[in-house]
């Protein structure tokens, strides 16, 4: 059964450019949210996506947008890069509908901008 | 707004100790949910427990045991015995709203270190 995944594992930008990271949930799970963790904090939640459709969202800003596929998998998008995007972008599975509404973890993207 | 925080930012202890990690929280709702996660080195988030507001009964797994009180808003979490192994980030989470599966508050982590 696996987990959730996360590409790519590592990913080096400049500033203004756009990136696109890509998580597919662990097998069975609906539900997809997304955090940003800097280094030496905790997550922040960034959003989350329920049935093709932005569900919560945190306070990051529009640069921020991502998109939930029929098949459950969702990309993040981040615009118009700067050096405080620089962080670990972790993505979080779950099913609420089925009693696993506990987040499961993906491995995370390391983004670096320069 | 929610906000959960872990006073202590690194423990170091020798094996075989046992430690405390504590955790304390602050919501407006009165159905809200609480977490333990570990993040070792690799860097994903695993999951460890998972305490609802109604139900205040301390857990036990093994080494692991956590203790939760609304009077004090707290979700400490004890290690017994501690091994090398342990040695991560332990992160405290919140889900409020009336879910579980919303939105994660996360505590700042503790960064544990267990020497041989």
């Known amino acids: 059964d696996a987990g959730v995944t996360q590409s790519p594992t590592h990913l080096i930008k400049t500033r203004g450019q756009q990136v696109t990271l890509r998580c597919s949930p662990k097998?069975?799970?609906?539900?997809v949210s997304w955090y940003q963790q800097a280094l030496g904090q905790g997550p922040q939640f960034i959003f989350q996506?329920?049935?093709?459709?932005?569900?919560q969202r945190g306070n990051f800003p529009d640069r921020f947008s991502g998109h939930q596929f029929p098949n459950y998998s969702s990309e993040l998008n981040v615009n118009a890069l700067l050096l405080g995007d620089s962080a670990l972008y972790l993505c979080?599975?779950?099913?609420?509908?089925?009693?696993?509404?506990?987040?499961?973890f993906g491995p995370g993207t390391r983004l670096t901008v320069l | 707004a929610q906000k959960v925080t872990q006073a202590q930012t690194e423990i170091s202890v020798v094996e075989k100790e046992d430690v405390t990690l504590d955790c304390v929280y602050e919501?407006?709702?009165?159905?809200?949910?609480l977490f333990w996660y570990k993040q070792p080195p690799s860097g994903e988030l695993v999951f460890l427990i998972r305490?609802?507001?109604?139900?205040?009964q301390n857990e036990i797994s093994g080494r692991y045991s956590w203790n939760f009180q609304k009077s004090t808003s707290s979700f400490n979490f004890t290690i017994t015995a501690s091994q090398v192994v342990d040695s991560a980030v332990y992160f405290c989470?919140?889900?409020?709203?009336?879910?579980?599966?919303?939105?994660?508050?996360f505590g700042q982590g503790t960064i544990l270190t267990v020497h041989p």
């Open positions: 979080a599975s779950s099913f609420p509908g089925g009693g696993t509404d506990t987040q499961y």
């Open positions: 097998s069975g799970h609906d539900t």
């Open positions: 996506y329920y049935e093709e459709e932005e569900r």
């Open positions: 919501t407006r709702d009165t159905t809200y949910y």
């Open positions: 305490r609802n507001s109604f139900d205040e």
């Open positions: 989470a919140l889900s409020d709203g009336g879910t579980s599966y919303g939105k994660l508050t």
